[in-house]
Structures are given as C-alpha cells and as structure tokens.
C-alpha cells in the first residue's frame, strides 16, 4: 500500500511541475546613457508612402548584400520614419530585437514614455551599432524553471561510509534572480550575441529513495527488504553564466516526507551539487 501511495504522489508532482511552462522570466533590460552608442536611441514616430516612377534603378540592401535592379512599372514602398532621441537617463527595455537582416540595429521596445508600469510601447526604436562593433546591456530578471538532478554529491557520513555519487531521481522547480551582460554584435553580415552573469536562487521538489540493507546500514536492523521513500529536497545555490554555458553550485537537503525515509543514512545531510548547462542561442549565434 505505502508502494502505490508513493507512486501516485510521484506521478501528480511531475504532473503538476511539467503542466506548467518549463521556463519563465520576468524582468527588463536597461539601456545605459553613460555608454557607448546607448546614449542616443532612434524613434519611429510614423511612415510615408514613396512611389518611384518606371525605368527608375533602385538599390536593395539585405543582410548587408547590395543588389541593383530597374523598375519595370510605377512601384510604391512604405518607409518608416524614425526621430533621434538623446537620452538622458537609463531606459528600461521590455524587449529586443536584433536579426541577421539588419545587424547594424538594436531594435528596442522602451517602457520609457509609458503611463503604465509595464505596458510596453508599440512603436519600436532603435540603437545604432557600428560595423565590427557592439553594444551591452544590462539585463536583470527572475526565472522560473523546472530542474531534475540526476545525481548528488554526498560527503562521507563516518568512518565506514565514505563520499559518494548517489544517483536518487529528484524533479522539482527553481527560482533565481539572474544579472546578465548582453553583447549585440554587428558582424556586417551576421547578427552575433554573447552574454554572461550570474544568478542566486533556490531548487525545491521531491526525491525518490530506495531504501535497502546499504542505504540503512547506520540502524541497528538494517532493513532486509528493498523498498521506496519520499523526500522534500531543498537547493540553495548560486550560478555563473558564461556565453551561454551555465554551471551552478549548490547546496541541499533531502528532508523525509514519508515515515520510512527517516531511516535513511542521508535523511536531513547536507550535499552538494554541480549542474552545467547550454543556451540553444549560442548554436544558433
């Protein structure tokens, strides 16, 4: 009975965890007026419609590639008309868009000129970046993801139980605050991005414990019969963010949720925990 209770809890938490999104951020980007090429920012404040008459020889520019080609019959294009603003204090960005066809603009999206907090702004801007070059911003924000550790690293409990690798299945969620730096390239053809930061937070969720004759060898009867156990695990822990790669350091505890789990060896002990991980952006950037 305790065997089938403790694969439905199991199974509802990971449905409850994966019903939801795997990642979520909430937070805003800040452009710096202090630095380079941030300190003046294009704003779109309408269109107008150009025709240009037949025979007439136009130039197209795309990803940074100039074609020519004469006009067959009357044409009309619609161009944007953009202002340019100096900015006199640091912006808040809500979003951004930076795209190999035109890796000379950071398209932006100010909650600046906003009445409400965060509502952000239809009409989007825009910083210039020089070719060969590249702007920073500054990008804080709150994440929310879903994590699984496949592995803890346990620090010797005696004399007879030295550290070990424990391989106990854990699924849960984190939450962290992040500060990140993040490089806008303009490589005339490519729209290149890197970043780095770093993040504090915390990882919560459940463990599965086997427990057996080796997992409870510290009772005075250690139990014969293999059996299952919950735990409530809880993961403080810190992160470095380099172009895209991810390593965090933490620090948990497996706390027991069922009754049989407080004859765990490991029942309330600290251990540590390594986790790496990959932005898809830097395959893609």
């Known amino acids: 009975m305790k065997n089938i209770f403790l694969l439905i809890t199991l199974l509802l938490n990971i449905t409850i965890v994966f019903s939801q999104d795997q990642e979520t951020e909430i937070g805003q980007y800040r452009l710096r007026r202090d630095k380079s090429f941030q300190d003046t920012v294009y704003m779109k404040t309408g269109s107008e419609e150009i025709k240009i008459p037949k025979g007439w020889t136009i130039t197209e520019t795309i990803a940074g590639i100039s074609t020519q080609r004469t006009l067959d019959q009357d044409y009309s294009i619609t161009v944007k008309k953009y202002v340019p603003i100096e900015v006199k204090s640091n912006w808040k960005i809500g979003e951004i868009k930076h795209s190999d066809e035109e890796p000379d603009k950071l398209y932006l999206n100010p909650y600046h000129f906003i009445k409400k907090k965060y509502d952000s702004l239809n009409n989007k801007g825009y910083i210039k970046i020089p070719e060969n070059s590249s702007v920073t911003l500054v990008k804080s924000f709150v994440k929310w993801q879903t994590i699984t550790i496949p592995f803890a690293i346990r620090p010797a409990l005696n004399d007879s139980i030295g550290s070990k690798v424990t391989t106990d299945l854990k699924i849960g969620a984190s939450i962290s605050y992040n500060y990140n730096w993040e490089k806008f390239k303009n490589r005339r053809i490519k729209a290149k991005k890197s970043s780095r930061g770093v993040s504090v937070g915390v990882g919560f969720g459940f463990s599965k414990v086997t427990l057996n004759s080796s997992s409870t060898s510290l009772l005075n009867r250690p139990y014969k019969n293999e059996e299952d156990g919950l735990a409530f695990f809880i993961s403080p822990g810190i992160g470095l963010n380099l172009k ?16 049989n789990v407080k004859d765990w060896n490991y029942a309330n002990e600290g251990y540590l925990g390594i986790g790496l991980g990959v932005g898809l952006d830097v395959f893609g950037k």
Do not use: A, C, K
């Not at 895209?244 to 009754?259: A, R």
């Open 244 to 259: 895209g790669f991810q390593v965090n350091f933490s620090y948990g505890w497996d706390i027991p949720v069922t009754e």
